[in-house]
């Protein structure tokens, strides 16, 4: 028999949130990725980030725009077709969202367009590359099924896009069509739901994924479910840059470095607009204002005394490191240099190619930090 080779996922929305959580999860299992959300630049980071693992294939454009759906349509075909669509992408509406009857009808109509028709009309488009069996997971909301007061446009809207899937999986048998609800997420969306709450308490995307990765990969039969009641044994596993190593304690699933400054709003245009880190969540209390901003997977270098002194002299020219320094993976070392100069970083040096064959640049910001700027020797080819 014929190997079919790997398996080709659509994510749309994965730029950010859960479509690049799961994204990151599938990558690590081998599949390979057609990726699209309305950023470009976004888009470009995951891209970059994922290229490192797997076949990926990114599609800036509006799930809404019948011209990009035909786009991914040809994507998929160049692929060699489809295993699994996920229909992610979504909009919330108007924040603070009104009661129904304040709900603006031209805002409303953008909500259904974006989380009904959208998906269904990205099913559509790529019919024709479906492979046998294909799996389609459409996401949805509690908000489908419970009646939130003030999620009318956004609850309704779900309901919708459910009866739609329960529709299409009973005229298409031959499919598996998923309803999938990933419950509170810390994400953009979710905080924008709730403006200047805290949100910090509830779970990140990347403890869905594995769920959607059991309706992916696992032998569940089509219909409605919650994530996070899916077995994950076995299908859900991911590799070890997913997650924390089997059986380590504690755990850990995160790398978060926290930066005390002064100036809290020139620092936050520093990261998110200079840099173009994604703005997770942020939250503005009596004793004060802070920021998360998403930077991609997190590693720890540990250095000794000597290893540090012997990049600070390549990088900058003497030592100049205190016990922390921030290094940060980009696609182009010289773009981002230009931002954050403009943003007000000093140079400790100019771009130095490495002896180990990486290109890197060393800047200081206001507060004293030193952040290396970094590409690996082996994405040279893909920048």
Do not use: C
């Not at 367009?113 to 019919?127: D, H, I, M």
């Not at 809207?157 to 459910?162: F, I, N, S, V, W």
């Amino acid at each position: 028999m014929d190997d079919p080779g790997p398996r080709t996922a659509l994510i749309t929305g994965a730029s950010r949130g859960l479509g690049l959580a799961l994204a990151r999860h599938l990558a690590g299992r081998g599949w390979r990725l057609l990726i699209d959300a309305r950023g470009a630049g976004a888009l470009e980071r995951a891209r970059t980030e994922l290229a490192g693992r797997t076949e990926v294939v990114a599609v800036p454009g509006d799930v809404t725009d019948a011209r990009h759906r035909r786009a991914l349509a040809e994507a998929a075909r160049a692929l060699g077709g489809l295993d699994a669509v996920v229909n992610n992408a979504g909009i919330l509406g108007p924040s603070p969202q009104p009661a129904l009857l304040d709900y603006p009808l031209d805002a409303l109509e953008e909500v259904y367009r974006t989380n009904v028709l959208a998906p269904l009309g990205v099913l559509q488009a790529v019919r024709g590359e479906l492979r046998p069996g294909a799996r389609i997971i459409n996401v949805t909301s509690d908000a489908a099924v419970e009646p939130y007061p003030g999620w009318g446009g956004y609850g309704s809207a779900k309901a919708a896009l459910e009866q739609l899937s329960s529709i299409l999986a009973a005229e298409n048998p031959d499919l598996r069509v998923y309803q999938a609800d990933p419950g509170d997420m810390r994400t953009a969306m979710h905080q924008a739901a709730f403006p200047g709450e805290d949100i910090s308490d509830r779970p990140p995307p990347e403890n869905s994924a594995p769920g959607l990765v059991a309706l992916l990969e696992g032998d569940l039969p089509g219909g409605r479910y919650r994530v996070a009641e899916i077995p994950t044994e076995g299908a859900a596993q991911v590799g070890a840059q997913d997650g924390a190593r089997e059986g380590a304690p504690g755990g850990v699933r995160e790398l978060r470095v926290a930066l005390a400054v002064e100036d809290f709003e020139r620092a936050a245009s520093l990261y998110g607009e200079a840099l173009g880190l994604e703005l997770v969540e942020s939250w503005d209390r009596p004793d004060g204002r802070g920021a998360i901003f998403a930077a991609g997977r997190a590693t720890v270098e540990v250095l000794d005394p000597g290893s540090a002194r012997s990049v600070d002299l390549i990088e900058a020219g003497g030592p100049v490191s205190g016990p922390v320094r921030l290094a940060l993976r980009v696609p182009d070392v010289e773009a981002a240099s230009e931002a954050l100069l403009g943003a007000g970083l000093e140079p400790e040096g100019g771009p130095v190619s490495t002896p180990w064959g990486d290109l890197n640049r060393r800047l200081r910001t206001p507060e004293g930090l030193q952040l290396t700027l970094f590409r690996p020797a082996d994405e040279k080819e893909r920048v």
